[in-house]
């Protein structure tokens, strides 16, 4: 990323991510305790798995769900600690073991720690593991009390010190791809690896190019995304509009949902973003909605991102970014963590396109690192 006056949390902690995420890697990967922990349970007849946060962190249970699903009698869902506060046995039935992931990056949150107190009181046999970045949060404090839960600690500069959520985010949806590969993970390492080089150069190479972007007159972002990927697709609307204060307005969808309707937001100061699946079945539907949302002409920008550069000479597209794998890393699991990477970006620089700090961009403090004022009712 370019020179800035300034320095920001948010400008380092996002290029900070690929080496963080090696150490990521390494602290989870030597923690005996995590198989000593999960083996048990998946011997059970049946266990339901449900993947858990708030607001950002809720999006790590959406991106990585569908890698859970890979044992018979096993039943996984991503589901938020704002549903689960409110509606958990709707939801979840209570009569069969429960698994609870819980991700969060303070662990500060009034739903976190509700979620863990209602699956206690509800459910006849439950167990508790909570993934977050500080060690001295509730979540952490809570789960580390119970004789059936384990608190897995990420490396502390997992633990962002700006408002937005960056490197926590993609640190905790590793670690969520570590535990759902757990046991046929002997690839981690070089994955890991391949998918943190390619991030580097991307940061390097494309930022000039997203921050021109940024500073184009637009006031709405929309970002699209198939199966997995709409989950990171959700983590990037909300990432520009929190770093823009709502200045700018984002959106999300899956690429067959967006002409159900949701395509009737594109106007003339739309930037659109692509997060093409490299799955070849996949992004013949893609590429199919791209087509014509180009042939309609509204959007201001339409940006294509890429693990697959034969993909990408199939559109033309006002702007595209090419993470460069070899053909052997472009399937990997782990290539999720790229995909957020320009939305932080872009965010970051409209962010001061606007005159905000994005470190702390709410001006009214209208949003907080921890959100406060939830009361918790019996």
Known sequence: MSNIKKDFFTKSEIEAQPKLWVETLKSISTNGYISDFISPLHEKPRLNIVLTGAGTSAYIGESTEHLFRN???????????????????????????????SFARSGNSPESIATVDIAETKCDDVYHLALTCNENGKLAQRVKTLKNGLTILLPPDTEDKGLAMTGSFTSMVLSSIYLARKGKSSSDKKEVEAVANSAHESILESSQGLKALSFKEFDRIVFLGSGPLEGIAKESHLKVQELTDGHVVGKFDSFLGFRHGPKAVVHENTVLVFLFSPDKRVFQYERDLVEEILEDGIAMHCLGVFCDAEQAEQLNLDQKIIFNLEDSFKHSDYNLLLYVLPAQIIGFYKSLFLGLNPDSPSQNNVISRVVKGVTIYK
Request: proline share 3%; hydrophobic share 40%.
């Open 71 to 101: 044992k018979n009698g096993v039943s996984v869902r991503a589901l938020s600690t704002t549903t689960l506060v409110t509606h958990f046995e709707s939801y979840v039935d209570t009569h069969i073991p429960l698994l609870l992931i």
